[in-house]
């Protein structure tokens, strides 16, 4: 097949792709402007002020002046924003219901979050009934396996794995598909005009590429760096995506997925195997056989091994950390304004707020950078070839 | 606290993503992009290396022309100079050529008027013998005309001459 034919297929399959998620997702999107029952129920009520607490001052202005006055739960509310969720609020009462899949000791269950009606009903699967419950004192909301009375099962809750496509997962998939559209893109501009200057956002994100490459890679990982380049590109820009995304306050962006520990686990985990498949000779023998008196081993193996899991516990939790203190930074900025019950702290905490977030966004990048500059250090550590006697340290 | 849990769904589907997408891109963006990047760098170093040959070539050949050029230079003035020897030999051949031509016909010339000088004085010289010889004989029979006269110059010139 000729190369046109080939990319030019590639790229139809890829816009398929695109317009079939977000056609998937909006066709989920459910108008839900009815109206919700104040007093059914403490989980309804629970979720109800959660849905109040949008963060825009005419719906806090609003509830001051129709006289609707909730206790303000501040940390509920960051906590709400941080945590993943089942639908992806979008304005007021509208969301997008997410698919739920759920994998039970009894078969896989697939059904629309809208099933739940934001927590309020109750929805019958096929092998068990399944309610959305929050826990007092967590924000997360968890899908509990409920008996026709509506009292949860726990026995049963226990065997289910909840699959569902979040909040979280479904900014993922977003930001791999712009990911793809974009750099597959790049790189068809590259093989239209060969080796010319690049066009558009090519030359945008190449100067960013030749980064990666020459102040990340090349620095650490000498002339075994083109092996690595695809590992450290894709982290990079992976996280980058993700971390800018979390930093759009509105529908597409607005998910916290790289503030979100099990992302960056396996982030830190692909680091880690990464550099344990690549270790060489030496890299092990300064695990198990250190250059130190022999009685000082049983102490020093095992700080070694240690020493082979804290490295990618630091990227886990550093880019955890990072990005989740961010949100939690801007969210407390506004909700200032919530706490004080004025919309004249907004002229104080909007431009934080704008100030915080232009200081996310060079984190979004630094944090990016620092995950892959730390990944590309300690592959090169794996990497290591044995050196002569004496210069063990 | 289960904001530092993972959970297993989102291990999951991120672990899923993410390989799809390592594997997407390094096929279809990373391998074409860094290869085009690393390709552009060879051609502009292969040019950069190209333009300091063809400097160099540029030096060699110019120096190959100064050279010739001063080769050439030399080549015109050693002509020039040749050319300008030979011309004054010429000139002073045909000069001395000319003189000895001169001398010989003036040598020439005084000769020959030499030889009509003599051949007119001795010309003259007989001339003059004859008119002396015939003026002396036109005396002479005038001073003898009578006897007497040629008696006593007869007896005079008799006394003179002593008969020894």
Known sequence: ?393 | MELVTPSIGLVVWSTLSFLILMFLLTKFAWKPITAALKEREESIEGALKQAEAAREQMQLLKNDNERLLNEARAERDRLLKEASEMKDQILAKAKNDAKSEGDKMIAAAKDAIEREKLNAMNELKSQVAILSIDMAEKVLRKQLADRGQQEAFVNENLKSISLN
């Open chain 1, 1 to 393: 097949m000729n190369p046109l034919t080939t990319r030019f297929s590639a790229k139809k399959t890829l816009f398929s792709a695109v317009f079939f998620v977000t056609f998937l997702l909006l066709n989920n999107v459910a108008n839900a402007q009815h109206e919700h029952d104040h007093a059914t129920e403490p989980v309804a009520a629970m979720v109800e002020q959660s849905d109040s607490s949008i963060k825009t001052e005419a719906v806090a202005h609003d509830a001051h002046a129709t006289g609707v006055e909730e206790k303000f739960n501040t940390s509920e509310v960051i906590m709400e924003h941080i945590a993943d969720a089942h639908d992806w609020h979008l304005w007021g009462h509208t969301s997008i219901h997410l698919p739920v899949i759920l994998y039970t000791n009894k078969g896989f269950e697939f059904f629309s979050s809208g099933k739940f009606d934001h927590g309020h009903a109750t929805h019958q699967g096929s092998h068990y009934n399944y309610r959305i419950v929050k826990n007092p004192g967590e924000q997360k909301e968890n899908i509990k396996v409920v008996d026709a009375a509506g009292n949860i099962d726990e026995t049963a809750t226990a065997s289910v794995i909840d699959f569902s496509i979040t909040k979280n997962i479904a900014s993922l998939l977003l930001s791999v598909i712009l990911l793809l559209v974009i750099f597959i893109g790049i790189a068809n501009g590259y093989k239209k005009r060969g080796i010319g200057a690049p066009k558009g956002l090519g030359s945008w994100l190449e100067p960013i590429i030749l980064f990666v490459r020459d102040d990340i890679a090349r620095p650490n990982l000498g002339e075994n760096y083109a092996r690595f380049m695809p590992y450290l590109l894709t982290v990079f820009f992976f996280i980058w995506m993700n971390n800018v995304l979390g930093l759009v306050p509105f529908f597409p962006g607005g998910a916290n997925v790289t503030g979100n520990i099990a992302v960056t686990m396996v982030l830190a985990v692909a680091t880690f195997i990464i550099t344990n498949l690549n270790g060489t000779k030496t890299y092990w023998s300064h695990v198990f056989t250190p250059h130190v008196p022999k009685w000082l081993y049983p102490l020093l193996i095992p700080v070694e091994i240690i020493g082979l899991f804290t490295k990618p516990f630091a990227l886990m939790i550093r880019l955890f950390a990072n990005i989740t203190a961010g949100h939690i930074l801007v969210l407390s900025l506004i909700c200032l304004i919530f706490i004080f019950k004025s919309i004249a702290v907004a002229g104080v905490s909007v431009p934080f707020v704008v100030f915080i977030s232009v200081i996310e966004m060079l984190v979004a990048f630094i944090q990016a950078f620092i995950f892959t500059i730390l990944s590309a250090v300690y592959i090169s550590m794996a990497l290591e070839k044995p050196h002569h006697e004496g210069e063990h340290h």
